[in-house]
């Protein structure tokens, strides 16, 4: 059994910081240790270049998923060469493989199809003419990869346990979802959420947006905005997002005061100063306490909540709280709640809250914005075919 899974995780040397994906993939490979099946994994993790990188071995994840899963996890030393068929050929039955970092070989992220379907073959052949192919890896469904889309179509295909959840939350975020329907954007750059605010206006009832993309939102709306993280390149479009949310009756709620510092460090010098007002010399790197406030009251209510980005620079203790009082508010909510993975994710774990407080956290930001952008997930399309 080829199982593409999703164990993408932060290194600090060979420590992992962060084993959010790693213990997300248990519920499919535990089914299928405990039905006898002899399951070779793939996986990748950073973005080496094609060839093999020690930084972005797999190995450190091989020790944490055995110790996880309550198996020993045999670490093959290459992708599909002379290692991991020596490995995968041991194995018996209910026994676990991890092939070396699949995005060291160049093949899975060609853009030839020819070259990614020599290396789906290399891989379909790991497992013989009786295998099969369990997609599992929700982080990387949005691409068109070889072990992600060329395989699914060489072997019997299954989706995993995590593939299944997470595609019937976010259709649940898509088609109807109860009212009122909050969502809250972080992060760094609006260029990077285009496409889903254009979207989603057409189905949130309101919008909270926080982190450094709020600044050229305030920016569209005529205010100064110092140093903070500016677009300028994106102010027409944003200035079109807020007319269209004006239009359709979209509450777009965005930060009333910030915490605007000297400089991007963890000790800055800090105050608190109104939206409209940030001083020419300072940068705002959270949201304020009367913002907190009103995010939260904005929250109160909603029936369904989706949340992706952290709203301040949750990396400094100085600019966390921003980033915890949404999470609180969803929490403390009683709405259907979303966590729509990367930093947002890493924010509710590194933050210490309970990850039961919400309804769901997603293991793939970019392929949970790409769905609701209303984009075909080819990992996900190919599986229904």
Avoid: C
């Avoid at 093999?52 to 071995?57: C, G, Q, W, Y």
């Avoid at 088609?175 to 909050?182: L, M």
């Avoid at 889903?196 to 450094?212: P, S």
Wanted: glycine content about 10%; overall charge negative.
């Amino acid at each position: 059994m080829l199982v593409r899974a999703d164990l993408n995780v932060p290194l600090d040397g060979q420590r992992i910081t962060d084993d959010g994906r790693v213990r997300a993939s248990l519920p499919t490979l535990s089914a299928l240790v405990a039905a006898g099946a002899r399951v070779v994994i793939a996986a990748h993790l950073g973005r080496p270049k094609g060839v093999p990188e020690e930084k972005f071995s797999l190995a450190p994840v091989a020790a944490r998923l055995g110790e996880l899963l309550g198996v020993e996890v045999a670490a093959a030393q290459d992708v599909v060469g002379p290692s991991a068929k020596a490995v995968v050929g041991g194995l018996a039955d209910g026994a676990v493989a991890l092939l070396e970092n699949v995005r060291f070989d160049p093949r899975e992220t060609s853009k030839d199809e020819a070259e990614r379907g020599a290396l789906a073959r290399e891989l379909a052949d790991l497992v013989g003419p009786d295998g099969a192919f369990v997609s599992d890896g929700f982080g990387v469904v949005h691409r068109k990869q070889a072990s992600v889309y060329d395989v699914a179509r060489l072997l019997p295909h299954y989706a995993g346990e995590l593939v299944l959840a997470e595609v019937t939350v976010l259709r649940r975020l898509t088609e109807e979802p109860a009212r009122p329907y909050a969502v809250v954007l972080g992060g760094a750059k609006v260029s990077d959420k285009l496409a889903v605010i254009e979207n989603l206006l057409t189905k949130v009832d309101r919008l909270l947006i926080g982190g450094g993309m709020a600044y050229t939102f305030l920016k569209a709306r005529g205010h100064e905005v110092g140093r903070s993280l500016l677009q300028t390149d994106q102010l027409e479009a944003v200035r079109g997002f807020i007319a269209e949310a004006e239009r359709r009756g979209v509450e777009l709620v965005l930060p009333v005061d910030v915490l605007a510092a000297t400089e991007f460090a963890p000790d800055a010098d800090v105050e608190v100063v109104s939206s409209d007002a940030i001083p020419a010399d300072r940068e705002g790197l959270d949201i304020g306490p009367r913002t907190r406030e009103l995010f939260a009251d904005r929250l109160a209510d909603a029936a369904t909540v989706f949340w992706n980005g952290p709203v301040g620079v949750f990396e400094f203790a100085a600019f966390a709280e921003g980033t915890r009082a949404v999470a609180t508010a969803l929490v403390e909510g009683k709405a259907f709640s979303v966590v729509g993975g990367g930093d947002s994710a890493a924010a509710v774990r590194a933050l210490g809250l309970p990850e039961d407080g919400f309804s769901h956290i997603s293991t793939g930001g970019g392929a949970s914005l790409e769905f609701l952008e209303g984009k075909v997930l080819p990992g996900v399309a190919v599986l229904e075919d």
